[in-house]
């Protein structure tokens, strides 16, 4: 299991920018070079849906819905991953959740709300 922390998260307007970083500082370089860490969001009623992912190689992948608008990265120096959302839309609201896969296991933070009102 990792460890891992998410923040972030707010009240935006439509068109508005955010940052979600996912923290995970209790693991090594070496843990955290091979992590495949990824985002995924949550409406209620609706099951969890990705919306981006970065590999252990640094190769990305976006819901068709948030591509040429959300940026995945990670710095390994920081154990830090982050989403930059940007243009957010209304249908952007919801929970994010930062996952981590190692060898296998997926580890899951605590979540942080982002919402998109006019």
């Known amino acids: 299991q990792v460890h891992i922390v998410e923040s972030g998260g707010g009240l935006v307007q439509p068109g508005g920018s955010l940052r979600l970083s996912c923290a995970a500082s209790r693991s090594i370089l070496s843990t955290f070079s091979a992590l495949t860490m990824a985002w995924y969001r949550q409406v209620p009623g609706l099951e969890r849906e990705l919306v981006a992912q970065i590999t252990d190689r640094g190769t990305t992948t976006y819901a068709d819905s948030v591509k040429g608008r959300f940026t995945i990265t990670k710095n390994s120096q920081k154990r830090t991953g982050y989403l930059q959302m940007d243009s957010l839309k209304p249908e952007d609201t919801g929970v994010y959740y930062c996952?981590?896969?190692?060898?296998?296991?997926?580890?899951w933070g605590q979540g942080t709300q982002v919402t998109v009102f006019s």
């Open positions: 996952s981590a896969l190692f060898r296998g296991s997926t580890s």
